[in-house]
């Protein structure tokens, strides 16, 4: 064990007190986070530009209700009340006479005018709009422009049309707008937990209101820093091992401690620097939520949780790729077995979307209780709000624990036979065969 443990702070040692360790402690979240940091910072420096759009209304009857809208929007919404600084751009209406005898002419006349530049949009109203027939064309509203899917002017469009629309079927129907004033107002679902009762008064307690950071968040944040841990100590390791197979620094090694030990000295030094790293990431994470004053969103109740599924994922992914580079003797080796050693990592990954919408759900479930899998599944699961049954994790961490002791003792008959081999290609069968006969 006192060799194990010597080769463990070797190997910590070399990892922490290298540059690549420091770069990659400070670089590493942001490029997992980029996108979202990324938002923040330029979230409110948007095109000020103003767009133009040219409206042909084929009713007749919606288009200066849209133009009064941006009249009024432009009025509101576009400088900032304090600092007089414009903030958003102007929606600047034009309407256009339609040309009824041929469309699609007017259509592609109004195309290339976008393509110019001397319009941002167009939207075409058909004539049917108020009282929408078997004919879909006839009622259908058109929005052209050269990135109409997540163009802001387009959800915008949709309150003013519609207020028109029902104002309309209500003068229709000889129905006074004044008299039904509450028709035109919108209720929202609001979002709550579940009443409970205090423990100590014995009184009912109020739902909270629910918060998506929280619910969202939260599971996400838990689960990407496992994934992140995993990349910056597990992922080296094939790399690592093959590098001091083909410098003879593994035969000198092997001279005075045993193949196991030295497998296990580098799993141990790879969940030390996890364990720094993680240490690093989540008390940085607490004090800066502590000084946003979003204590709410702290999962202290996790961070057990968490560290227990680490440790069982690193030494469980960290003896496989021990194991895998140990039976490389080339960087192209490394290259094809680099992917298969974090495979276990990277299929949450793909999946913890569909996990997080329905934590409950049998296939959440099940796939959380396959033990390649639970350190990240489970603790996405129980890191939501609403929480799991108490039985689950405890059954997905016994999984775990028994998976990792089979990889660490399959790992070790594999880099036992491996290590001093040369010329001989890692395929799948050759390792599966190590494993078996030792």
Request: aromatic share 10%; glycine share 8%; charged share 20%.
């Amino acid at each position: 064990m006192n060799k194990i443990l010597k080769l463990a702070k070797r190997e910590y040692k070399a990892s922490v007190k290298s540059k690549g360790f420091i770069i990659g402690l400070i670089l590493s979240p942001i490029f997992m986070c980029g996108g979202l940091i990324a938002f923040w910072i330029f979230k409110d420096r948007v095109d000020v530009t103003d767009k133009k759009v040219a409206i042909i209304d084929r009713s007749g009857v919606i288009a200066q209700s849209i133009v009064r809208a941006s009249e009024y929007r432009n009025s509101k919404d576009v400088y900032d009340q304090k600092t007089g600084k414009k903030i958003k751009p102007a929606y600047l209406m034009e309407i256009v006479t339609p040309n009824d005898q041929d469309i699609q002419a007017q259509r592609l006349e109004f195309s290339n005018r976008i393509r110019k530049g001397e319009i941002h949009a167009f939207l075409e109203i058909g004539p049917g709009i108020v009282h929408p027939g078997k004919d879909p064309n006839a009622a259908s509203i058109s929005y052209y422009a050269k990135n109409a899917a997540i163009d802001d002017i387009r959800g915008w469009l949709i309150w003013p049309i519609n207020n028109q629309l029902r104002q309309l079927r209500l003068a229709e129907a000889g129905i006074d707008e004044a008299s039904v004033k509450d028709l035109f107002h919108w209720a929202n679902v609001d979002g709550l937990g579940l009443v409970s009762v205090d423990s100590g008064t014995g009184a009912v307690r109020n739902a909270r209101r629910a918060d998506e950071g929280r619910a969202i968040g939260v599971p996400l944040a838990m689960m990407l820093l496992m994934f992140l841990m995993i990349m910056m100590s597990v992922s080296p390791m094939v790399s690592s091992v093959m590098e001091e197979k083909n410098q003879r620094i593994a035969e000198v090694l092997l001279g005075s401690v045993k193949p196991f030990e030295f497998m296990m000295g580098k799993v141990l030094g790879c969940l030390g620097v996890a364990l720094t790293s993680s240490s690093v990431y989540i008390i940085g994470g607490i004090l800066f939520l502590k000084r946003m004053e979003l204590t709410s969103y702290i999962p202290y109740d996790m961070l057990p949780w968490f560290f227990t599924y680490m440790i069982l994922a690193v030494v469980m992914m960290g003896a496989m790729s021990a194991a895998m580079g140990s039976a490389c003797s080339e960087p192209k080796d490394v290259q094809s077995l680099t992917f298969p050693s974090i495979l276990p990592a990277m299929i949450p990954m793909f999946i913890m979307m569909p996990v997080l919408r329905e934590p409950q759900g049998t296939l959440a479930t099940w796939l959380s209780l396959f033990p390649p899998f639970t350190p990240f599944l489970m603790l996405l699961r129980q890191s939501t709000p609403g929480g799991i049954p108490a039985w689950q994790p405890w059954v997905g961490l016994l999984g775990v624990i028994i998976f990792a002791i089979f990889y660490v003792w399959a790992g070790g008959r594999i880099f036992r036979i491996a290590i001093l081999m040369q010329g001989t290609p890692p395929k799948l069968g050759n390792l599966v065969r190590w494993a078996i006969r030792g």
